[in-house]
T-cell receptor, first 116, second 111 residues
Framework: DTGVSQDPRHKITKRGQNVTFRCDPI?????LYWYRQTLGQGPEFLTY????????KSRLLSDRFSAERPKGSFSTLEIQRTEQGDSAMYLC???FGRGLYNSPLHFGNGTRLTVT | QKEVEQDPGPLSVPEGAIVSLNCTYS??????FMWYRQYSRKGPELLMY????GNKEDGRFTAQVDKSSKYISLFIRDSQPSDSATYLC???????????FGTGTRLQVTL
């Protein structure tokens, strides 16, 4: 399967701990996105990369959140000092883009975070 | 007010029925419209991708966009129990890469 891969699938952590998630995009895709989805809501945009450059960050991405894509391939999303409100599904998506053209986004199956 | 509004449902229909799912949006700059299907504890799966106004058909699925009324629809013909899922509409402008999603409509197709 050459789809978007996310690891881990589930993460349970205690409040105040740091967590890190990984996303491996579709190999031909140069753009990578992070979204957050809470129960009963649609995905909300957090940030996106073109190659290794982080081009846009949402106001939802507080200082406790940091995302990287150091070699323009896989990406990591770290949450420091987790809070119960961080409990959500974290979705990664990828696409191919050049200039204004962007292919449709393809999503992974997400990492479900529970903060106790 | 959210930029993309969608009735959360749930919507329950018998097998074989025609399903109509709808969204409205407020941002006139949206040009690309998508429908995603999401099964429980899975990521969204792209179903339909359309540009501007008009219809697009793919098998049992038809997507319609009416930019004049800012209304987007997804029709599912001959619905099957395997169509039971949450359906998310999404939109983006011509210059943005990110998508703006509705809340999703939960569909249940019963035998």
């Amino acid at each position: 399967d050459t789809g978007v891969s996310q690891d881990p699938r589930h993460k349970i952590t205690k409040r105040g701990q740091n967590v890190t998630f990984r996303c491996d995009p579709i190999s031909e895709h140069n753009r990578l996105y992070w979204y957050r989805q809470t129960l009963g809501q649609g995905p909300e945009f957090l940030t996106y990369f073109q190659n290794e450059a982080q081009l846009e960050k949402s106001r939802l991405l507080s200082d406790r959140f940091s995302a990287e894509r150091p070699k323009g391939s896989f990406s990591t999303l770290e949450i420091q000092r987790t809070e119960q409100g961080d409990s959500a599904m974290y979705l990664c998506a990828s696409s191919f883009g050049r200039g204004l053209y962007n292919s449709p986004l393809h999503f992974g199956n997400g990492t479900r975070l529970t903060v106790t | 007010q959210k930029e993309v509004e969608q009735d959360p449902g749930p919507l329950s229909v018998p097998e074989g029925a025609i399903v109509s799912l709808n969204c409205t949006y407020s941002n006139s700059a949206f040009q690309y419209f998508m429908w995603y299907r999401q099964y429980s504890r899975k990521g969204p799966e792209l179903l339909m991708y359309t540009y501007s106004s008009g219809n697009k058909e793919d098998g049992r699925f038809t997507a319609q966009v009416d930019k004049s009324s800012k209304y987007i629809s997804l029709f599912i013909r001959d619905s099957q129990p395997s169509d039971s899922a949450t359906y998310l509409c999404a939109a983006k402008t011509g210059t943005a890469s990110k998508l703006t999603f509705g809340t999703g409509t939960r569909l249940q197709v019963t035998l």
